[in-house]
């Protein structure tokens, strides 16, 4: 018998300690807090994230189309976690609000927008599972990208989060908190 784990096996395995051990690290932080390592943690680009599948060239004419694509936008879906059903990203990213916004306009920049990448988007955001396109909308950020909102919220993910896992729901940092969407909106 071969001593290596099947991959398979080796992710069923890792999966759960990597979700608690981001646990006990913990999860946010408060502005001037150096302890997180914030400010040397570079975030990925989201906007490169998930995208909704263009027409085909012979879909569109068959459509009455013309050759023209629709702006990708990124996909917000639903999925279970140990929180009830919650937002996710097209690449199972778990999506957060920051109950400090009350409105469409993000206030989350610089240290916070590292450790809490906004949710951004290409192109009108498209919804998945029991997400409600009508709830799904845009705002502008300060430098000019686009963030997705969702009941009139922006949305965030947590930079270390792993695909499928919610680490870092009812989270203190930068002067609020950090709360799982669920599909009417609301904190999970």
């Not at 988007?121 to 998945?128: D, E, F, I, L, Y």
């Not at 969702?150 to 930068?174: A, E, I, M, T």
Request: proline letters at 7%.
């Amino acid at each position: 018998m071969n001593a290596r784990l099947p991959i398979k096996m080796l992710r069923t395995l890792l999966l759960p300690l990597l979700a608690l051990a981001l646990i006990a690290a913990g999860c946010g932080s408060d502005e001037g807090d150096s302890s997180t390592g914030a400010a040397t943690t570079t975030a990925e680009d989201p906007a490169a994230g998930p995208a909704v599948a263009e027409e085909s060239a012979g879909e569109q004419a068959a459509n009455g189309k013309q050759s023209e694509p629709k702006p990708r936008g990124t996909a917000i879906t639903t999925a279970e976690s140990p929180f009830g059903e919650v937002l996710f990203d097209g690449d199972q990213r778990a999506i957060y609000l920051f109950d400090k916004e009350q409105g469409s306009e993000s206030e989350c920049y610089e240290d916070c927008a590292v450790e809490w990448p906004p949710v951004l988007t290409k192109g009108t955001p498209a919804a998945r599972g029991d997400v409600s396109q009508g709830k799904l909308g845009t705002t502008k950020r300060d430098d000019g990208s686009t963030q997705v909102t969702y009941n009139g919220r922006p949305l965030y993910y947590y930079q270390d989060d792993p695909s499928g896992v919610v680490g870092c729901h009812n989270v203190p940092g930068f002067g609020g908190l950090w709360l799982a969407v669920n599909a009417s909106g609301n904190a999970a």
